[in-house]
């Protein structure tokens, strides 16, 4: 009788890190993404002869330019916030369904 209530939690947890797991991952990539091609065109200009410091330079001057191009598109910024909010309500939906599993399983056991 326990071992159901803990397979029922073992595996809402399961479906807690994955939901967690898989909007870290959405939310990090617009974080790593622009310090990737910062660090490749950094690679890149340094490749091409110039000095480290004055790639750099030039290269963050790039990643700002996009950067600042693309917060100035709000429908997108809208989009990709709206897509963000939808992985976290339909995990937050995922775990109450376990909730409701849980409370069957009890009321058909303590019946």
């Known amino acids: 009788m326990n071992i159901n209530i803990f397979l029922i939690r073992f595996l809402q947890f399961t479906t807690f890190a994955l ?43 790039a990643v700002a330019y996009v950067g600042k191009t693309l917060w100035g598109m709000s429908t997108l910024c809208h989009l990709v916030w709206d897509i963000g909010m939808q992985i976290v309500t339909f995990g937050k939906a995922q775990l109450q369904r376990y909730e409701q599993v849980l409370a069957e ?6 019946a």
């Open 105 to 110: 399983y009890q009321s058909v056991v303590g």
């Open 19 to 61: 939901f967690l797991f898989a909007f870290l991952v959405y939310a990090f990539t617009f974080v790593l993404l622009p310090l990737a091609v910062l660090f490749q065109v950094t690679r890149l200009l340094h490749g091409i002869g110039l000095p480290v410091v004055i790639a750099l330079l030039g290269a963050g001057g």
